[in-house]
């Protein structure tokens, strides 16, 4: 994908991309294996080609942040969590919607991600199903379950 996709994007009221100096903020989801990385680390990943990070945030703090990789035809959430230290309700359905927004305006069909055994039951209830065989990462050390939503 060509130029910087952040510059075709319109976000909606209460999001923004994660800047440099917001790594100082509190934030942690309160999962042992998503909490091993912390912003400092999502900033690095927001300076790949493609990769994403956005933030939800409710009266100046962060009450969600999502990562996500777009590709030709298809976006990769990376990662997804609300702020166990703010706990506001629907804000992981607001940073999951905000990938299908994206989806919608640049007109990709598809959203993939691999799911935390903890949340495959989240994610079906907004429309995701598994698409390939769960499987051990390694590096994490827990299964996963390939899961993907068509966005039309
Ligand atoms: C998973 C996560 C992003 C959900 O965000 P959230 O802001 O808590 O969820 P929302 O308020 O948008 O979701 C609302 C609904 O989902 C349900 N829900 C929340 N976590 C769930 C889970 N792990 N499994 C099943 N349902 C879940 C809630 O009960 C609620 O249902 P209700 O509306 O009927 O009361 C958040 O719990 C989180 O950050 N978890 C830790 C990190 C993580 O596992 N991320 C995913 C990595 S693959």
Same mark, same amino acid.
């Given at each position: 994908m060509s130029g910087d996709v952040r510059s075709r994007l319109a976000l909606p009221e209460g999001f923004r991309f994660l800047r440099e #100096?917001?790594? #100082?903020q509190a934030f942690r989801t309160g999962n042992e294996i998503m909490d091993r990385y912390v912003l400092r680390d999502y900033h690095r990943w927001s300076l790949l080609p493609n990769d994403l990070v956005v933030l939800y945030e409710i009266d100046v703090r962060i009450a969600g942040i999502i990562e996500m990789r777009i590709n030709l035809d298809h976006i990769v959430v990376d990662m997804v969590g609300s702020n166990a230290l703010v706990q506001a309700a629907g804000v992981g359905t607001k940073l999951m919607s905000l990938a299908e927004n994206f989806a919608k305006q640049l007109a990709i069909g598809e959203i993939r991600l691999d799911s935390l055994d903890d949340v495959v039951s989240w994610y079906r209830l907004s429309g995701y199903a598994q698409y390939a065989d769960r499987y051990y990462d390694a590096e994490l050390g827990c299964w996963l379950t390939p899961m993907k939503k068509l966005i039309r």
């Open positions: #100096g917001d790594i #100082g």
